[in-house]
Each structure stands twice: as structure tokens, then as C-alpha cells.
């Protein structure tokens, strides 16, 4: 038995081309990226090697820090909003509806699966003021709140808050669900217990089922903040990063300086930088929640 | 007043004894002899918890009836008539310019073209990777696992330039097997890692007693392991289908003729074209995106809230 399971040439025929494919698609591509951060061209005009130019550009280059702060700031809101609402949800699931919450689940989660090009476009209609109102505008119109009606696309800071607005929608549920998981974990006779001795409302969540539910949380927070800071195709289908670079995140910068401007080099450094955040902040995240726990 | 409050407060039940398993106090029959007052004081007490839920629901779901809705209009409606009013007839003649006119049809065709193999191949890949990596016994194993997790990480735009370089020099840009690969290893490192858990839970006495009466290994595999684990077999197939089927950056990069575009990108394109004059096409076309999804979220949605949640949770 032990002879069949040590087969060397089956483990290699069952794991070797999965290997080799992932390897080549992803690892080789990951190195690669790297050794073009010291290079600069594109696949048409032919690489030339510049040494740490593109670090020195990236420190001086006022676009990438206009896209840096728009990236974080977005991250930070949109990960409050999913994670917060979520947790809202997860406890509204638990406590209120209780057996009745899987129909409220389902539907609260229908938007994560739909394409995020055709929720965009949607939101796109929803907020839009020419040719004619969208949702959002006619219903201030009726309401004769002229004042408000604005062209939320059309400038920076409502842009900002509808694309946060749209992603939170988007993912709220996903959250939910996921801290639902964990909320049901929390054996009864805890809850129960922290009852007699007379916790309730706020109180119970606060201090008996939020220090149980950290893991979860954790997990939630890091998945979600690796997923804003690299937020893309919302931007792209909804505000195109406009008007001007108001919303152009790191990502979507980096898009456009390799395929519009044909600086591999230059964009390998903004994706490297991109890398090296997300890392930063998942290492910060754990690292602050064990001193938590410590 | 003050003390029929104060009673009905101590009397209720616990405000929010939802864990599974709390004893209900009082018991169902005893509440039900309660005055009528209190019942009334209950009902008002959940009355915002209600509205909450009813918001909730219309946040929800009103966009996407809005969607429906809108895509049945003709273009005149959109500016006569309020945005929230009924469409005045079924004007299916929008949905006909969407996927002909508009290439709809054709998009959704080249997306089912790039994403259906590139499925069956990371599952055939796949599948014994995970096999090898949680029942097999050898040196590096771990490692190996290791390597694959470190994928899960690894942001898309790290890939791009690399790739489109490779494909570029390979003459693959602007066909679908650059697609296709391109989804297959991205699609791996998840679908191996979650593999290789589902394994982890066959009882291994169940193998060893297959092995023990004399079965080798391919009949070790193909009749008892991969058997055990269909279920989440499927669960990890769904769960790609959506990275896949909604995937926007791999395709916008590697695809630039109409001819090949799929759904998502040919929807963005769409929206260019037509988005600022034409709505009700515009609707039909996002339409036609949004619900076969929807409907196979519907179909299976318990098994694909679990799928993409277990993503999370081991990512």
C-alpha cells in the first residue's frame, strides 16, 4: 500500500501539469514583472534596461500619488461600508429573522454574482442626468429638491461616493453571509450565559459576540481590503476613472500607462507597488490584531 | 402605566435568543394568553426592525425590476413618462437590436467559447493536482501546496504585462486560446487549494481498504476518491464560473476585435456605443447579461453562496 501511494512518476503525472501551466501563467509572469520594473519600452519598440529610473519616477510622479490616495481612501470607505453593513446584516439575520432569514439571505446576496460591468451600467442609468434623469435625479425633481439635482458622474466627489455607494451594494451581502457563518458557530450556552449575568442589546454584541467573532471578522477584513485596493472594473465601467483622474485608481493608472502610453516598464513598477501595499496592509491587519489577542 | 410597561418588559421574551437551540422562554402556549396590549406593544416594538427589512428588500431588488422593466420600454417612453412607471407595452423589439444589432448574441457565444473549456481544464488539472497533494505521500508536498497558495494573492495586474508579452511573441493576442490559458492558471491556485481540502476529508481508511483489496491506483482515484468528492466538485466549478464569466480585465487586455469580444467587454463597448441615446437597448443588452446568472444563482444558490464563501474564507 505504502508503495502506491509514494509512486513518484503517478504523483508527477497527477500534479505535474497543473504545476507547470500555473507556473508558467503565474509565477514566471510574477518574476518577470519584477525584471521589467528595471526596464523600460514595450513589446513593439524593444526594451532598454534604466536601472531604479522608475522607482525615482514613481516617488516624483504626482499622478501615481493622486491615484495612491484615491486607491486608499476608496479601500477605506468601501471596506468600512462592506464589512460594517455586513456585520449589521449578519446580526439582523441571527437575532430577528432566525430560521426565516434564508429567503432575506439569498436576496441580499443576489448582486454579488451579477457581472460588474451590467451593475455599473445599471447605476450609470440610476444616477444620470442627461440625456434625460436618472432615478436618483427625477425622484429629487418630484420631491422639488431642485438643488440636489446634480450630475453625480460628472464631478469628483459625488463620483466618489456613487462608485462607493455601488460597490457596497455589491458586496454587503457576501459579507453578511460570511459573518453569518461564524455568528452561527457561537455556541448557545455562551450567549445564553453572558445573558443571566445580565448583557443585552449593545452590550451582549460588543463584549461577548464581536471578541468571538474575530477570526471571521479578520478574514473578512482582509479579503475585503485586498479587494478594494484593487478595485477595476467598477471604476472602468462606471466613471471610465473620470471626470479628469478624479477616480483612477492605482490599478486602473497602471492600465492605462502600459497599453495607452506603452510603458511596460513604468506600469510593472505600479503593479509592484500595487503588490506591495496589499501585502503591507494584510501583514498590518494580522499584526495588529495579535497584539489584540495578546 | 409605568408598571404594566415594566411587566410586560420582564415577561417578554429574551429580545434576541436567535442561536439555534436557545429553550424559548415562556414557552409558545403561555405567551399566547397574554392580554391583547402586549401583543399590540410587540408589533410596534418590531415595527422598525420591519420597515428595516422591507428598505432592505427594495434596496435590493428595486434595481433589478427597474432593469427588467425599463428594457420592455420604447425610447419615447424614457422621456414622456416618469422613470418608475410601467412600460406601456412589451417592446421586445429591444432585446432583437441588443443581440443582433448590438452583437450581444455574438459576445455571449464567444463567453461561453473561452470560459467552457477553460473550466473543464482547470477541473481536469486540478482535480488530481489536489488528489496528489492530500492522499499521495511525498517530499515537497507542503511546499507545493504552499506555492499554489501564494497565488490566491498574487493581483492581476502583476500578470499582464508578462503575459501580454509572451502571447504577444507567441502570436496568441487577440484569439481565445490566449483567454483560455490565461483563465486556466489564474483559475488553478483556488481550485487546487480547495480540492486538496475536500480529499483531506475522505476518510482515509476508506482509501487504504480499496488499496488493501487489491485496487491500483487509477481505481483508487477514478472509483472511490473523485466519486467522494462530486459534490464539492461542482461547488468549486460554480464558483469559478462566476470569476470567469464576469472576468473584465484578462479579456479587455488580450482581445481587441469585436469579433472576439466576450460578454463583459462587449457589454462595455455596448454601453459606448449606444448608452447615451438609445436606453431601452441599452437595458435589454444589461438584461441579458445580468439574468442567466441570476437564474443559475437561483437554481443553485445555496451551493453557490457556500462555494464563494469557502473562497474567502481559505484565501
Redesign the interface.
Known amino acids: 500500500?505504502?508503495q502506491?501511494?509514494?509512486?513518484?512518476r503517478?504523483?508527477l503525472?497527477?500534479?505535474g501539469?497543473?504545476?507547470l501551466?500555473?507556473s508558467?501563467?503565474?509565477?514566471?509572469?510574477?518574476v518577470?514583472?519584477l525584471v521589467?520594473t528595471f526596464f523600460e519600452g514595450n513589446?513593439i519598440g524593444g526594451f532598454h534596461f534604466v536601472g531604479l529610473q522608475n522607482y525615482r519616477q514613481l516617488l516624483s510622479d504626482a499622478a501615481f500619488w493622486q491615484a495612491l490616495t484615491f486607491t486608499l481612501k476608496y479601500a477605506v470607505t468601501v471596506t468600512a461600508g462592506q464589512i460594517l453593513l455586513g456585520l449589521l446584516?449578519a446580526l439582523?439575520y441571527?437575532?430577528?429573522?432566525?430560521r426565516a432569514s434564508a429567503l432575506?439571505?439569498?436576496?441580499?446576496?443576489?448582486?454579488?454574482?451579477?457581472?460588474?460591468?451590467?451593475?455599473a451600467?445599471?447605476?450609470?442609468?440610476?444616477f444620470a442626468i442627461?440625456?434625460?434623469?436618472?432615478?436618483v435625479n427625477?425622484g429629487l425633481a418630484?420631491l422639488h429638491l431642485d438643488g440636489w439635482i446634480q450630475a453625480w458622474l460628472g464631478q469628483g466627489s459625488t463620483a466618489f461616493w456613487v462608485l462607493a455607494l455601488m460597490d457596497i451594494?455589491r458586496a454587503m451581502?457576501?459579507y453578511a453571509?460570511?459573518l453569518y457563518?461564524g455568528l452561527?458557530e457561537?455556541p448557545?450556552e455562551l450567549?445564553?450565559a453572558a445573558?443571566v449575568d445580565g448583557a443585552?442589546?449593545l452590550r451582549?454584541v460588543w463584549h461577548v459576540v464581536l471578541p468571538l467573532l474575530l477570526p471571521?471578522l479578520l478574514?473578512?477584513l482582509i479579503?475585503s481590503i485586498?479587494g478594494t485596493l484593487?478595485v477595476?472594473?467598477s471604476v472602468?465601467?462606471l466613471t471610465g476613472g473620470g471626470p479628469g483622474q478624479a477616480t483612477t485608481p492605482l490599478?486602473l493608472y497602471?492600465?492605462n500607462t502600459?497599453?495607452s502610453y506603452g510603458q511596460?516598464g513604468y506600469?510593472?513598477t505600479?503593479?509592484?507597488a500595487?503588490?506591495v501595499l496589499?501585502?503591507l496592509v494584510?501583514v498590518m491587519i494580522f499584526g495588529s490584531a495579535r497584539r489584540d489577542v495578546a | 402605566m409605568m408598571r404594566s410597561d415594566v411587566a410586560a418588559r420582564s415577561s417578554r421574551p429574551?429580545?434576541?435568543p436567535?442561536?439555534?437551540?436557545?429553550p424559548r422562554w415562556p414557552p409558545r402556549g403561555q405567551r399566547s394568553r397574554q392580554p391583547r396590549r402586549r401583543s399590540h406593544l410587540r408589533w410596534l416594538r418590531r415595527l422598525p426592525?420591519r420597515l428595516?427589512?422591507v428598505l432592505?428588500?427594495v434596496?435590493?431588488?428595486y434595481?433589478?425590476l427597474?432593469?427588467l422593466l425599463?428594457s420592455l420600454k420604447e425610447d419615447a417612453e424614457?422621456?414622456l413618462k416618469?422613470?418608475?412607471a410601467l412600460p406601456a407595452g412589451l417592446y421586445w423589439q429591444n432585446y432583437v437590436e441588443a443581440w443582433t444589432t448590438g452583437n450581444i448574441g455574438l459576445y455571449f457565444l464567444n463567453s461561453v467559447l473561452t470560459v467552457f473549456p477553460a473550466l473543464a481544464?482547470i477541473l481536469v488539472?486540478?482535480v488530481?493536482?489536489g488528489?496528489?497533494?492530500e492522499?499521495?505521500?511525498?517530499r515537497g508536498r507542503n511546499f507545493?501546496l504552499l506555492?499554489?497558495l501564494a497565488?490566491i494573492?498574487?493581483?492581476?495586474?502583476?500578470?499582464?504585462?508578462?503575459?501580454?508579452?509572451?502571447y504577444?511573441?507567441l502570436d496568441l493576442i487577440d484569439t481565445r486560446w490566449a483567454l483560455i490559458?490565461?483563465y486556466?492558471?489564474?483559475g488553478?491556485?483556488l481550485t487546487?487549494f480547495l480540492m486538496a481540502g475536500y480529499f483531506k476529508a475522505i476518510p482515509r481508511e476508506l482509501l487504504?481498504a480499496a488499496?488493501?483489496d487489491g485496487a491500483?491506483?487509477a481505481q483508487?482515484f477514478f472509483r472511490v476518491a473523485v466519486p467522494l468528492v462530486s459534490n464539492g466538485l461542482v461547488t468549486v466549478a460554480l464558483v469559478q464560473f462566476?470569476f470567469l464569466?464576469?472576468d473584465?480585465?484578462f479579456s479587455?487586455?488580450f482581445i481587441s476585435s469585436d469579433q472576439l469580444r466576450t460578454?463583459?467587454t462587449g457589454?462595455?463597448n455596448f454601453?459606448g456605443q449606444y448608452?447615451?441615446?438609445a436606453?431601452g437597448p441599452?437595458?435589454a443588452a444589461?438584461s441579458l447579461?445580468?439574468f442567466p446568472?441570476?437564474l443559475?444563482?437561483l437554481l443553485l444558490?445555496?451551493r453557490?453562496?457556500k462555494g464563494?464563501?469557502a473562497g474567502?474564507?481559505k484565501?
Open positions: 500500500m505504502e502506491i501511494l509514494h509512486n513518484r503517478a504523483i503525472l497527477l500534479v501539469p497543473a504545476l501551466v500555473y508558467s501563467v503565474v509565477l514566471l509572469p510574477v518577470w514583472s521589467y513589446v446584516l439582523l441571527v437575532f430577528y429573522l432566525r432575506v439571505r439569498t436576496l441580499v446576496f443576489f448582486p454579488v454574482v451579477l457581472p460588474t460591468v451590467a451593475v451600467q445599471l447605476f450609470a442609468k440610476i442627461a440625456p434625460q434623469y436618472g432615478l427625477a418630484l451594494w451581502g457576501f453571509v460570511l457563518a452561527v457561537i448557545a450567549i445564553e445573558r443585552s442589546g451582549l471571521i478574514s473578512a479579503f485586498n484593487k477595476f472594473d472602468l465601467a490599478t497602471m492600465f502600459a497599453f511596460y506600469g510593472s505600479l503593479a509592484m500595487l503588490a496589499s501585502l494584510t | 429574551a429580545p434576541a436567535g442561536f439555534t437551540r436557545v426592525v428595516l427589512l432592505l428588500l434596496i435590493e431588488v434595481p433589478l427597474w432593469l425599463s424614457f422621456s416618469p422613470l418608475w481544464l488539472l486540478s488530481p493536482a488528489f496528489a497533494l492522499v499521495m505521500r511525498w507545493v506555492l499554489f497565488g494573492m498574487v493581483p492581476l495586474q502583476i500578470l499582464l504585462l508578462p503575459l501580454f508579452t509572451i504577444f511573441r490559458v490565461t486556466t492558471g489564474f488553478l491556485p487546487v487504504e488499496i488493501l491500483g491506483l483508487v462566476f464569466w464576469n473584465l480585465l479587455l487586455t460578454i463583459q457589454l462595455l454601453t448608452g447615451q441615446v436606453w441599452t437595458f444589461v447579461a445580468v446568472t441570476l443559475l444563482y444558490n445555496q453557490v453562496i464563494l464563501t474567502a474564507l484565501g
